[in-house]
């Protein structure tokens, strides 16, 4: 499967000439190979061998790339999972710590509805007071002016007497 080499020594000089100048167009491969038949074959087996081996080289990181990704979605699962069952123990033991205490619960609840009632009384019941008391102390505050003006009258009638 070779190259024929049934080129002349003088074509040959040519193509070595024509490489330096071109900067490897062929690959280094391709420089290094003999003239002979059995060698470029060889080559080529050479060559066929090393990229079977690259490509079992690319399959096995592409099979250890398949096998990290698919133990990455794993434990991602799993930790979904693990999360959703501490959630629903969680909730469980909420629940039932709830249900344990429900008696205890609603006593207190009921303790500080009676003690926030009593607070509001005894404020309504100082309020009211303070209100009596401000109209007590109004009323005689009027009591006494009535008191001054009727004396006041008196002494005007009184003295209105002496003068007739």
């Known amino acids: 499967m070779g190259r024929s080499r049934s080129r002349s020594p003088k074509h040959r000089r040519k193509s070595s000439k024509h490489r330096k ?13 003999s003239l002979s038949v059995s060698s ?4 080529e087996m050479t060559s ?3 990229h079977r081996k690259r490509s079992k080289e690319i399959d096995r990181l592409a099979e250890m790339e398949r096998q990290r990704r698919q133990k990455d979605a794993e434990q991602r699962v ?8 501490i959630e629903l123990l969680v909730k469980k033991r909420v629940e ?39 109209a007590r102390e109004e009323e ?22 002496r003068k007739n």
């Open 21 to 33: 100048h071109s900067k490897s167009r062929e690959s280094s491969k391709s420089r290094k190979r």
């Open 40 to 43: 470029d074959s060889s080559s």
């Open 48 to 50: 066929h061998k090393s």
């Open 78 to 85: 799993i930790e979904e999972e693990a999360a959703k069952r």
């Open 96 to 134: 039932e710590e709830l249900e344990k205490r429900k008696d205890e619960i609603e006593q207190e609840v009921t303790r500080r509805v009676e003690a926030a009632k009593k607070e509001m009384e005894r404020e309504m019941m100082l309020e009211l007071e303070k209100r009596r008391e401000k």
């Open 140 to 161: 005689r505050k009027r009591e006494e002016d009535e008191r001054k003006k009727r004396e006041e009258l008196e002494n005007i009638l009184a003295e209105n007497n």
